[in-house]
């Protein structure tokens, strides 16, 4: 039995994945943990929502949860007051974004955990690339017979969200050619990639019984989706999101997944059938958006018509509009429409890069957006 906790409709929470950078050199700086000692020292108010990920060149802020996008914003900005009291006095700084521009993954360190530890030894080559950065939004659904449902409707919006939160077209010192590398990084790990579609919690459940039995995965979170439920909080996690190096490029993405779950709710409570399509355009479409980012031109539905991302996701931000209202975070979705006018981030990080032919000068971009985004 996989049990789902009981959560309130459309709460949030939102994980947000962080580098730490030589203040100097710029490169990643294996930092976290010192830096977790100093909150546990320092800031112990702190300990849940400044904490540890996979590699020691990274730093995770948790909100609470949240009942608005407002909420989130407050949440993780005062998280990052706190955190940016001790990076301060260590000369490091701070960037967000799905890959360094330039870090070599060869010299990074993975944390002494075991569950980290297990999935680097068994992923061996894989699983010492993951030099990536993400952000996982949460949002609450009030009955476990809707998650699978909103969870097969939510994959045709994945090229919409990978699309806008493209921010990484350099890894390894190397221009990818794609607006999202870290997409098709990180699907390279068993059990990471898109969901199967499943049409009922106990399939859902006869096939994590089948992947612990096998020894596949020795827990429940080591199935790594794009999207996934979250039993344990109650949520729907949606996972497809590169690092965003602005809090105003955070709220906005959370203001859109919010709004996308709670009409699919609210659809499914009015005894609607949610859309689905077939696996092979989900597939196709992540791979479009993480090649073209804000070019691609997606499968739109079962009827395979297809469009440019860009006209898909303002049609969007005018159905989800009312949607928004309801929420309180009609501000933060609209405020799409002016980041997509200013440009989404691998298309600000692709023109300092044209523009000043460094690396470096792309990194000290993403380090200058995110201090920032924030004040």
Not at 122 to 136: A, D, E, P, S
Not at 215 to 231: F, K, Q, S, T, V
Not at 237 to 254: K, N, Q, S, W
Request: glycine share 6%.
């Amino acid at each position: 039995m996989v049990d789902f906790a009981r959560s309130p409709r459309s709460t949030l929470g939102v994980e947000w994945e962080l580098a730490l950078l030589d203040g100097e050199s710029l490169d990643l700086t294996p930092a976290a943990e010192s830096l977790l000692a100093d909150v546990a020292d320092r800031a112990p108010a702190f300990e849940k929502r400044i904490v540890g990920e996979m590699l020691t060149n990274t730093i995770e802020l948790v909100t609470d949860v949240q009942t608005t996008v407002s909420g989130v914003a407050e949440d993780l900005a005062t998280s990052m007051g706190a955190l940016r009291t001790l990076t301060e006095d260590r000369g490091i700084e701070l960037m967000s974004a799905g890959t360094h521009p330039f870090a070599q993954w060869q010299t990074q360190e993975v944390r002494a955990k075991d569950r980290y530890l297990e999935l680097v030894d068994r992923t061996q080559w894989w699983g010492r690339n993951m030099l990536i950065f993400g952000v996982h939004v949460h949002v609450g659904v009030d009955s476990r017979d809707k998650v699978l449902p909103i969870i097969n409707a939510l994959l045709a919006y994945v090229p919409h969200l990978q699309a806008l939160s493209a921010s990484s077209p350099f890894w390894g010192g190397t221009d990818t050619g794609y607006a999202s590398n870290r997409a098709m990084m990180f699907q390279q790990l068993p059990t990471a990639g898109l969901p199967f579609q499943f049409d009922s919690w106990a399939a859902y459940e006869k096939y994590v019984d089948d992947m612990l039995t096998t020894g596949i995965i020795d827990h429940l979170n080591e199935i790594r989706w794009d999207i996934r439920p979250a039993p344990n909080w109650g949520t729907v996690e949606v996972r497809v999101c590169d690092g965003l190096p602005t809090l105003e490029e955070i709220t906005a993405m959370t203001a859109f997944i919010q709004c996308l779950i709670d009409d699919f709710s609210a659809r499914l409570d009015a005894g609607e059938t949610l859309p689905t399509m077939p696996d092979w355009f989900h597939d196709e479409n992540k791979w479009r958006a993480a090649r073209y980012g804000m070019d691609a031109i997606i499968i739109e539905n079962a009827q395979a018509d297809e469009r440019l991302v860009t006209e898909c996701i303002a049609d969007e931000l005018v159905r989800l509009a009312p949607v928004a209202e309801r929420l309180g975070c009609a501000r933060e979705l609209a405020s799409i429409s002016d980041l997509m006018a200013r440009g989404v981030p691998y298309q600000r990080l692709q023109d300092v890069f044209h523009t000043t032919g460094s690396l470096t000068e792309v990194t000290r971009s993403l380090i200058r957006d995110l201090r920032t985004s924030y004040v």
